[in-house]
């Protein structure tokens, strides 16, 4: 799957350069749309780490910090993708805002851990 993967993309790719080149004005759409198809594909590895995610968290097995670490990583795939996107429609500005913005979710994410450290390293020193 890997391969048809990566294949399909290289296809896709090369489509877009020929299309952009012979004038077609639907160039970037095409290519968002190529985009959002191989994303597709992703979608039952998607749901099977969901799951797997999910199943830690109801368990036990993950403790607040685990959490914590996987909505950053989260947090930082949905801003990074979507980013990307805009910066293929040709909206740099817009994604440059966007990475701002989950660049501050990221930090209101992790602000409460940061503040516990504090508080905790100015405990140890009283």
């Known amino acids: 799957m890997i391969l048809k993967l990566c294949g399909l993309g290289l296809v896709a ?3 877009a350069q020929l299309l952009g080149e ?5 160039k970037r759409f095409f290519s968002v749309l ?3 198809l191989l994303l597709s594909f992703a979608e039952e590895g998607i749901e099977m780490l969901a799951k797997e995610v999910i199943g830690l968290t109801e368990i036990g097995a993950a403790s ?3 959490k914590c670490a996987l909505k950053i ?3 930082g795939y949905v801003f990074g993708l979507s980013s ?3 910066s293929e429609l040709g ?3 817009m994604a440059k805002a966007l990475v ?7 930090l209101a994410t992790v602000f409460p851990y940061f503040k516990d450290m504090l508080e905790l390293g100015t405990g140890l020193i009283k």
């Open 73 to 75: 990583v989260g947090i």
């Open 84 to 86: 990307d996107t805009l």
């Open 91 to 93: 909206e740099g500005g």
């Open 22 to 26: 012979g004038g077609f004005k639907g």
């Open 13 to 15: 790719a090369v489509a």
């Open 34 to 36: 190529c985009i959002l």
């Open 64 to 66: 607040d910090v685990a």
């Open 100 to 106: 701002t913005v989950g660049r501050i979710e990221i």
